[in-house]
């Protein structure tokens, strides 16, 4: 499986623990809450769920709004499918939330694990917070190292692009800078407060109101697409 494939399959079904959904409402939350998954088509979804359903993870159930039921007869067209988490589909997502390996702050993986921050544990958000930072890091003391052996050679414009970058990994570094001083702050808190150990904290307040997994600011558009 591609880390793609990956990504989307860890996304569709942290939105499902959310709520059932049919495929066009799984599509618009792919592409309004998690931008990375904005260029996207239901050529690429609807072979995820044929995965997810095989795995066990899925099961079908026939759409049973008052649309639906109604859409169905006068259209000719069957009502939509909804997508459901089964036990194991919930139990393999919770093991995908807890890895905080590299694959989980890597480029292509660490906007989607970040959307999801909201149902992850804080020793968990933590870990792959603090493994981000320590890659860009990383990369950042790359970057100035090959531009100061370069400098000379290039011409302002390659040397302004060369900056830009460097200054946008800056600018990651110091918010993950601050989304980690706000979860230690968040569970020395909790720690006082109580007098024990730090609480898992699963809310948006843990990372100083950030929204939660799965919030659309933008208002529904009409569905007029079925499965």
Same mark, same amino acid.
């Given at each position: 499986m591609s880390r793609r494939s990956g990504i989307l399959e860890f996304a569709v079904l942290g939105l499902l623990r959310e709520s059932p959904m049919h495929g066009y409402e799984l599509r618009k939350r792919l592409n309004t809450s998690l931008g990375v998954f904005r260029a996207f088509s239901y050529g690429t979804?609807?072979?995820c769920l044929k995965t997810l359903l095989a795995n066990g993870w899925l099961i079908e159930e026939p759409g049973n709004t008052s649309e639906d039921a109604l859409a169905a007869p006068l259209t000719g067209r069957r009502a939509k499918i909804v997508?459901?988490?089964?036990?194991?589909?919930? =139990?393999?997502? /919770?093991?995908?939330?807890?890895?905080?390996?590299?694959?989980?702050?890597?480029?292509?993986?660490?906007?989607?694990?970040?959307?999801f921050f909201g149902q992850t544990s804080r020793d968990v958000r933590m870990r792959v917070l603090e493994g981000r930072r320590s890659r860009l890091e990383e990369r950042l003391e790359k970057m100035r190292a090959s531009l100061a052996r370069t400098r000379e050679r290039l011409d302002d414009y390659t040397l302004e692009l060369q900056r830009h970058g460097m200054e946008s990994v800056e600018r990651e570094v110091r918010w993950l800078? =601050?989304?980690? /001083?706000?979860?230690?702050?968040?569970?020395?808190?909790k720690g006082s407060a109580?007098?024990?150990p730090a609480q898992q904290d699963t809310t948006s307040g843990a990372t100083g109101g950030l929204p939660r997994a799965g919030d659309d600011p933008r208002p529904d558009t009409p569905d007029d697409t079925a499965t």
């Amino acid at each position: 499986m591609s880390r793609r494939s990956g990504i989307l399959e860890f996304a569709v079904l942290g939105l499902l623990r959310e709520s059932p959904m049919h495929g066009y409402e799984l599509r618009k939350r792919l592409n309004t809450s998690l931008g990375v998954f904005r260029a996207f088509s239901y050529g690429t979804l609807y072979p995820c769920l044929k995965t997810l359903l095989a795995n066990g993870w899925l099961i079908e159930e026939p759409g049973n709004t008052s649309e639906d039921a109604l859409a169905a007869p006068l259209t000719g067209r069957r009502a939509k499918i909804v997508y459901r988490l089964t036990a194991e589909g919930k =139990e393999h997502f /919770e093991q995908l939330l807890s890895q905080t390996g590299p694959d989980a702050y890597e480029d292509e993986t660490f906007a989607a694990r970040f959307a999801f921050f909201g149902q992850t544990s804080r020793d968990v958000r933590m870990r792959v917070l603090e493994g981000r930072r320590s890659r860009l890091e990383e990369r950042l003391e790359k970057m100035r190292a090959s531009l100061a052996r370069t400098r000379e050679r290039l011409d302002d414009y390659t040397l302004e692009l060369q900056r830009h970058g460097m200054e946008s990994v800056e600018r990651e570094v110091r918010w993950l800078n =601050e989304l980690i /001083e706000s979860e230690r702050a968040g569970r020395d808190l909790k720690g006082s407060a109580t007098g024990g150990p730090a609480q898992q904290d699963t809310t948006s307040g843990a990372t100083g109101g950030l929204p939660r997994a799965g919030d659309d600011p933008r208002p529904d558009t009409p569905d007029d697409t079925a499965t």
